[in-house]
């Protein structure tokens, strides 16, 4: 792909000292949320860091994270919680890495079926516009009754467990009362399946990454009930992740690459480039989507039900600006305490802090020192304030982790999740 | 005295594949294999075969799938990826170079399980050179009928004989650097837009 006509203001590339590798392998997902990778590539902020960045496709985050462990990639495209999860060592192959860098917020949405969706405006007379605690409140009601009549429970599916998805779901549901481990079935559907699933009727609803939502939408079977700005705005959804021993062996490569994707972020999040963002990003070879929808999404703007309605997000995106890059500690811990919620880890002081090393600020702010970036005053915060609330209305407060995750009501124990299948 | 057979699950959405592979197994002795090809009923199947060893390829989603089951389930033993005993480096980076990746049920011994991971590697392999040479065949007949297509075009429109159409696409071809299949495609791309 011809890179447009932004690059010409590029300096020369730099060069990377010493026996440093001037290639990083990085595997990704298609999802849109790769835009800040791709734009490092396509762009040149990577080159013109001296670095050879290669995107590597692969199709689950158990590959990402295999081939992490063992050295086909160096870096990658992940989910925020999986870099908690390898660190606390759960999962199925719990090689640790960690990460310095996010790659933006936001993309992530909840889709119902259109059959189900219809249920929850026949029985609670819903129009179409109410907000997602309203619509999690109308399915509430439609479960129960459908539990009274002895129907199953509706199957939702998420893309891993351990995913912003997952968890942002579960918080959805549980906001308006629905035990995710006992009123509905939760199960696993890689995202470019998601549509099929539902239109097949093998799934009821899903939480996952753009462009997934308003293709389900688009092709008519699904209904977008829930966005991720609607549960907690500044929620952390993909990082950067990074192979310990690349990192020790390549320390300047790593901080070359953090400062090209801190440019190519400020670059994503300019909306006079989101034409060429959408046209890079619709290659086969990324997400495979149409530039159109791609733009329209990079916009905020939602086709949200197949009757036409559209709801419009600002900062649906957001891969620069808020802070949107750095990794917060008190958002691995909040990554955590959901964890704890769970039932996939039980809490423990010393565990709380394993969790949080899985986030590198430190890196961050070495790599960015000498750009003209504000950082924030500390490496966490309480999160959840003024115009970033949680759908349930409560804030976090890392320093009070124990009585936050104490006082959800709804809970699992671990080892009692049950078997849904 | 033998130990028992292992309880084999292929989930392979390329039957040709599963089919290679089961048929190595089943040289080497292994009878209890079964191919899940669906990814539908994963977890009902697994339940019925409950094996000892699960060989899916890295390409399959169903990857995922599999990680969230082994989360929440009781009903499958608790399965753990081959990944996690690192003992065998060499083993592994052939499965993971192959594209295979195995879960084997917790406490079986490396020794039992590595000759099923070493067959599922070498068939893996067998079945992406035969994949490759397939392939190649199949684009130089390709390649072969667009020839055939422009020349037949080329005699047509411009009056010359066979070795004339040949020769003056080779010519072309080789001023302007490019391959003749190439060459071939413009210009059957040309005579479909002039409507010939």
């Known amino acids: ?421 | 005295m033998a130990p028992p057979f292992l309880r084999v699950a292929v989930i392979d959405e390329n039957a040709l594949r599963a089919a290679i592979l089961v048929e190595g197994l089943r040289a080497a002795g292994h009878t209890e294999i079964e191919v899940i090809a669906s990814t539908a009923s994963l977890l009902r199947r697994l339940t019925e075969i409950d094996p000892d060893v699960i060989i899916i390829d890295l390409q399959n989603p169903s990857r995922d799938v599999l990680e969230q089951m082994f989360q929440v389930s009781r009903v499958v033993s608790r399965p753990v990826a081959m990944f996690v005993d690192q003992s065998d480096g060499d083993m592994i980076q052939a499965a993971v170079d192959a594209g295979v990746s195995a879960y084997i049920v917790d406490g079986l011994r490396m020794e039992r399980v590595k000759p099923i991971v070493d067959m599922a590697v070498s068939r893996f392999n067998a079945f992406e050179r035969l994949q490759r040479e397939l392939d190649t065949a199949k684009s130089q007949l390709e390649e072969r009928k667009i020839i055939e297509r422009a020349k037949g075009i080329l005699m047509k429109s411009r009056g010359l004989g066979e070795e004339e159409a040949y020769a003056l696409m080779r010519q072309t071809a080789m001023n302007e650097k490019r391959r003749m299949a190439d060459i071939a495609r413009s210009v059957v791309t040309a005579a479909a837009l002039l409507g010939q």
């Open chain 1, 1 to 421: 792909m011809t890179a447009p006509a932004t690059t010409s203001g590029l300096a020369r590339p730099a060069q990377v000292r010493g026996n440093e590798a001037r290639l990083v392998r990085a595997g990704f997902i298609p999802l849109i949320d790769i835009a800040v990778l791709v734009a490092a590539v396509e762009v040149g902020f990577a080159a013109r860091e001296g670095l050879e960045l290669q995107l590597i496709r692969d199709v689950s985050w158990s590959n990402i994270r295999d081939r992490l462990a063992f050295r086909q990639f160096d870096v990658a495209h992940m989910l925020s919680p999986m870099a908690v999860a390898s660190v606390l060592g759960i999962g199925s192959n719990p090689y640790p890495s960690f990460a310095p860098f996010a790659l933006g917020r936001g993309g992530n949405a909840i889709t119902l079926s259109i059959a189900l969706y219809r249920d929850m405006q026949a029985m609670c007379g819903l129009k179409g516009d109410e907000d997602a605690l309203t619509n999690a409140r109308a399915l509430k009601d439609v479960i129960d009754r459908r539990r009274a009549e002895g129907k199953p429970p509706p199957v939702f599916a998420m893309t891993y467990p351990f995913s912003s998805h997952n968890y942002e779901f579960r918080f959805w549901m549980a906001s308006a009362g629905i035990h995710p481990d006992r009123d509905v079935i939760m199960t696993v559907v890689p995202p470019p399946l998601t549509a099929d699933a539902l239109a097949m009727g093998a799934i009821d609803g899903f939480c996952v990454n753009a462009p997934w939502n308003i293709m389900a939408v688009e092709s008519g079977v699904g209904r977008i009930v829930a966005t991720k700005p609607d549960i907690w705005p500044s929620a952390p959804e993909k990082v950067l992740g990074v192979r310990p021993d690349w990192a020790e062996a390549n320390p300047e490569s790593l901080m070359r690459l953090i400062v090209a994707l801190d440019a190519a972020a400020r670059w994503c999040d300019t909306p006079e480039n989101h034409a060429d963002l959408a046209v890079m990003l619709s290659g086969e070879n990324y997400v495979g989507a149409s530039p159109r929808m791609l733009e329209r999404l990079l916009a905020g703007d939602l086709t949200v039900d197949p009757d036409g309605r559209h709801r419009s997000i600002p900062g649906y995106f957001t891969f620069h600006g808020q802070h949107a890059n750095f990794p917060w500690l008190s958002q691995a811990l909040w990554t955590y305490s959901q964890m704890v919620r769970w039932g996939q880890v039980e809490h423990r002081a010393e565990q709380a802090a394993v969790a949080a090393s899985a986030y590198r600020p430190d890196i961050y702010r070495a790599a960015l020192a000498g750009a003209a970036i504000a950082f924030p005053p500390a490496d966490s915060k309480v999160e959840g304030l003024q115009n970033d609330g949680f759908i349930d209305g409560r804030i976090f407060d890392p320093a009070r982790l124990d009585a936050y995750i104490g006082d959800f009501k709804l809970r699992t124990e671990p080892g009692t999740s049950n078997t849904p299948f």
